[in-house]
């Protein structure tokens, strides 16, 4: 007799081996994740270190090809922007800002997002040649970039304005802050760029009423700054009158040690002792031991 063999029935896969299993197939799909990772890692610092390469060597025709070639890959765009303010510092350091602009403008229309630091920086290089123009990418960086500049963007362009004496423009530029109200940064600008001007007496009239105007308490940098013109220009009875008429406001804490100092010395070098005198009284009355 031949004995069949019956085949004994699997026996039901219990709930730990279901466990089991789930846990080496985490395990897995969490060994791919990484290992993806550390190739994405892997091609950044690649990336990363050909373009630090091309800088330094001052190739910046193929460093601006290599960051127009990475805005088309996804995984570098977390990093574009960081790629994108490196090459525009080199090129505004080689006063090459034309190409710099290039760059801004060619990511833009590739619809690569272009971060407000590096815009800032470009505006500080294109101030530098030219205030004017400096403005015109503050307006490009409204209208075109959609990018909204802030009190840092307005008050280098401020600045440029204030370094080359064009107090019109500076306080045409304030009054065009519609939706941003100056701060400090901004106002001293303004201040610098009038005094700079020889426009003494209106940066006085400014600092008198910035409170009224701007709803901003002047500090000691402001008046340091009117002070110190009127002194420069030789006008020493107006800038007495700055001092005086923040001691009338009982706003003494504003004679800042800038301020105090020059007058001192225009105070001994005219040999106005009575006046010399009166400058340290007001110094310590200021809580600024001289």
């Not at 963007?153 to 080359?164: H, K, M, N, Q, R």
């Not at 901003?216 to 009158?241: K, N, T, W």
Request: charge should be positive; proline fraction near 4%.
């Amino acid at each position: 007799m031949v004995r069949r063999h019956t085949p004994t029935p699997a026996a039901p896969q219990c709930a730990s081996a279901q466990a089991v299993e789930k846990t080496l197939e985490s395990i897995l799909v969490r060994s791919r994740a990484e290992r993806a990772e550390g190739v994405e890692k892997g091609v950044l610092h690649k990336t990363r270190r050909r373009l630090l390469g091309l800088l330094r060597a001052n190739r910046l025709r193929e460093a601006r090809e290599l960051i127009i070639f990475l805005s088309t890959d996804p995984a570098i765009q977390d990093q574009l922007s960081y790629f994108t303010e490196l090459t525009v510092e080199q090129h505004i350091h080689l006063s090459d800002v034309d190409s710099a602009i290039a760059l801004v403008h060619t990511l833009h229309r590739k619809g690569v997002p272009v971060g407000i630091r590096t815009l800032n920086r470009l505006l500080r290089g294109v101030r530098t040649l030219d205030a004017a123009r400096a403005q015109g990418l503050l307006d490009c960086m409204l209208h075109s970039f959609g990018v909204p500049p802030h009190h840092t963007s307005y008050t280098i362009v401020l600045d440029g304005y204030a370094d080359c004496g064009d107090a019109k423009a500076a306080l045409a530029l304030i009054h065009r802050m519609t939706d941003l109200k100056p701060n400090v940064f901004c106002l001293r600008a303004l201040l610098r760029a009038m005094v700079n001007a020889g426009q003494l007496n209106e940066a006085h009239v400014q600092l008198s009423g910035m409170r009224a105007r701007f709803g901003i308490d002047p500090d000691a940098a402001m008046v340091s700054i009117v002070v110190r013109g009127f002194l420069q220009a030789g006008q020493y009875a107006s800038a007495r009158a700055v001092v005086e008429d923040v001691c009338s406001r009982g706003e003494r804490q504003l004679l800042g040690e800038e301020a105090l100092q020059a007058l001192l010395c225009a105070d001994v070098a005219e040999g106005r002792l009575a006046d010399a005198v009166r400058t340290l009284a007001e110094w310590r009355s200021a809580d600024r031991p001289p």
